[in-house]
């Protein structure tokens, strides 16, 4: 019997296409925090880290009001400034580190936007996640690397760009052939069989077409890299990305029901009160 069965047997199911989540994301996060081992409490951690860079680069840059209320971890700016300045991340002395530069160089380089500086924490984060010692985060998190470079080079491509937006990380052969292949597919068929189906999708432009594939992709290979994981904590993290994604969808659809509210009556959202 894995070490988590009782806790991953109480799980509701998930779908991509549920419009309510059994757990927010924040509370489900708790609940881990008062099973998982120590070990695997830093797993959930690294993971975090990611899903929070958005707020973690704010809070390094002092930029608050300059981020959106909440990041895809379901966590709010002002939630992860708490943890920060509550030491919460002073465990993790690479991140403290990292941090400290981004702020040094703020201080020394006032030019530093908050969008270098999130790019600066990704390319760390992203470092370790597909290094890390956890087969799970590690696999997964590559998998997610990849669909992020293999977006910049189509749309690179697409609309001319000369500079590009890969995340590279060491030994990335994956970004060396997107830099220099001109073959349709960035000869990454053998090793991305979406790769043709995403680009078809990619040229016809329908965002939200889009991001229901690429986390569809994502939904899948979690299924693939876990089928032999059962009742391990890679399960729990798999779940955890999944109730991010439900979320986040849940957030995608709303605001498209705004949109078509104030395509048919001309009314913003700020503009009716809902009892």
């Known amino acids: 019997m894995g070490q988590y069965y009782y806790l991953i047997a109480s799980l509701p199911d998930l779908k991509l296409d549920d419009y309510k989540e059994p757990y927010r994301v924040v509370d489900f996060v708790g ?15 690294d993971m975090l880290l990611l899903y929070n860079s958005l707020h973690l680069a704010a809070v390094a840059l002092n ?24 030491g919460e991340y002073e465990q993790d002395s690479g991140v403290m580190k990292f941090l400290e530069q981004i702020m040094d160089r703020r201080g020394r380089d006032s030019v ?9 924490l990704l390319k760390f984060v992203y470092e370790r996640l597909v290094n890390h010692e956890n087969n799970f985060i590690r696999s997964y998190f590559r998998f997610d690397l990849n669909l992020r470079n293999i977006l910049s080079a189509y749309n690179k491509r697409k609309f001319n760009l000369e500079s590009d937006n890969f995340i590279e990380t060491e030994a ?6 997107l830099k220099n292949s001109t073959a349709s597919d960035f000869h ?21 077409h889009l991001e229901k594939y690429l986390d569809t992709l994502r939904w899948q290979f979690i299924d693939e890299v876990n089928k032999l994981a059962y009742f391990e904590v890679d399960v729990l993290l798999g779940y955890l990305i999944r109730l991010i994604l439900v979320e986040r969808w849940i957030g ?15 009314i913003e959202e700020d503009k009716f009160f809902v009892q």
């Open 31 to 45: 609940e881990l925090r008062t099973h998982l081992s120590a070990q695997h409490g830093r797993y959930l951690d």
């Open 63 to 86: 930029l608050e009001g300059s981020w959106s209320a909440h990041s895809v971890s379901g966590f709010s700016f002002l939630d992860v400034k708490k943890m920060f300045e509550n």
């Open 112 to 120: 530093l936007s908050r969008q270098q500086a999130e790019e600066l």
């Open 172 to 177: 990335d052969d994956v970004v060396t052939r």
């Open 188 to 208: 990454l068929s053998n090793d991305a069989e979406y790769i043709d189906e995403l680009g078809e999708i990619f040229d016809k432009g329908e965002l939200l």
């Open 252 to 266: 995608l659809e709303e605001e498209k029901g705004r949109q078509v509210f104030a395509g048919y009556t001309g």
